[in-house]
């Protein structure tokens, strides 16, 4: 009789320890989350930076429109993310709210933290000295709380493509180990789908097929054997063959503003240092930048060699643990230059406006954020005790969490990153440093935008005296002379501007404005024919010729004009009452009304659109609309003709 109880004793041992191990899982993802959350709330309350949200976001014609022929079938701005557009367009077309897109972006980063503790939990599992839910818990944990990830999270440009390529390539990891667990090959192809999303988000989602092979060596698979490399065949094709979209995009790209000169030795050296500055990073994340500026030719500083050591260290660590067949540590340095490796590469083989940049890192960090919960669970962990190994992962989290949730603020908008750059790459020593003129053109721009006209110019000069060979210094110091009617000035800063950069459509779009106002109508078209040519949905452009097709009598082709533009933005309501007027001119008034009306039921507190559609209304003899059109211009503060007002009565 004593059996049978020893056996249901141990079945219900068994239970009680599953139940327990079920409870710490349960514990340690939801810890991972809500640290995670709190590291990333100052996100919530950032804004739109003026450096590409504007670009790909805002002023994207095919997210405006929601135009998902364009989003598939056109390559916008030298990228091709269909998906990460598309998703963006959903949101934008749900309301546009800053706020919600935010929200959105902090999600997404959630949404990966926890696929981060699934997929390590999953892969640490056989080990046995690895708790798996432990180094799942701390990989997914430093991967949330990063400092260096809020850069992928808070510019809202970055987490649209980023966001998105890394959940969908961490998802086809998860669905491949599950392949992997129930040798169910439905798991495979959906992976295999799932991948292809991933790289109609961003072109660096191609090395999720390279990291399912690292995957079959740390797994203990047959990795070289003809049956599991056939399996891989689908994924590599799919990686070339958006490796060679992205080439074709990248190709059309015009590097403009170039003030970087280096040699391919400057350029490799620069990679090592990139590379070894985001191992330390990672680890210690002080002077974070999210603008890190190259050393002056011909004076690099001796530390860089140092980083470039620093990597070769690395690499020796990786042969020394291929050698002793240490899978975790090959496992993460190869996970981490895989997923880093297309960046690394393009840098290589071309300057970039920065020498790096924490976003590069956001899913290679998987990789070093294993290596360390090596060194603390198994390493430390066997000389110096469990505990010690976890006393000092906990301290490592809580203090991340706590430098990112501080950095969170200087995300807050154009006007707080961008000093946040200057003050930390300015030169101490009085000289300008080159690459400073972006963040000091920017954060012109944001001072412009905020009304302090004096500190803009400012900076524009600061951009223009870091580097005369940055156009856009000069273009946005032009845009301040010719709203102050300073049209000489304008003209010889847009002049400038296109020596430096002849194809840039918005000094054609400017000086073709001016050209208009001078009545200097055929060179006016002349500039603004070429704006729209090299950019077919500047819509700047596309408005000016509008206008001058008006004045030159020709309504048919200035409508089309405006129309072009509401295709790309429906709710612009000053281009549907200026539409009206040309309706109005070429005695389409029906049309005119209809124009001033949508203007108006899109923004019902601008007098124009009233005393407008009051005309339309009087030309077509309805007096008592007119009127009430009128009054009510009046009312939003139009001076408004009395001879007007007594025809109408």
Sequence with gaps: MSKPKKKSNKKKSQAKNASASSRAWIANFSIVLALTLIA???????GLLNYDDELYITENPFIQAFDIGNLFTEIYQNQYSPIAMTLMALQYKLGFSVGLLKFVSVLWHLLNTALVFFIVDNLFRPLKWAQPHIMATFAALLFGVSTMQLESVAWLAASMKIGSYAFFSLL???????????NDKKFLWISLGVFVLACLCKEQAVALAPTLVLIDYFKKRAWLSPKILIEKIPFFIVALAFGLLTLKASSAAEVKHLVYDFNLGERILFASYALGSYFTKLTMPFNLSF??????????????????????????????????DNRVVV???LFFLINIGLTIFTQVLSVRDVIMADRY??????????ILGYLLFNVIGKHFGEATGRYIGGLMVIAMTIITFMRGPVWKDSLAIFTDVIEKEEYTDGRKNPYLALPYNNRGIAYKRKGDVQKAMTDFNSAIAASQKYASGFLNRGNIYFNRGDNKMAMKDYDQTLKLDSNNAKALSARGAIYAQSGQMDRALTDLNKAIELEPYFTDALSNRGLVYMDQGNYKASIADFTKILEFDPRADDIYSTRGVVYSKAGQIDQSIQDHSKAIQLNPNKGSYYINRAYAYSTKGNKTAALQDAQRAQQLGVKVSTDFLNSLR
């Design 40 to 46: 990333m709330l100052p996100v919530l309350s950032t």
């Design 172 to 182: 086809s990891i998860y669905l491949y180990l599950k392949y992997l667990d129930q």
């Design 291 to 324: 603008f890190y500026t190259y050393p002056v030719k011909g004076a690099v500083p001796a530390y860089y060699y140092i980083y470039a050591i620093l990597f070769l260290a690395v690499l020796s660590l990786l042969f020394n643990a291929i050698r002793r």
């Design 331 to 333: 496992f993460g340095i």
């Design 361 to 370: 890192v956001y899913l290679s960090s998987i990789g070093w954020f294993v």
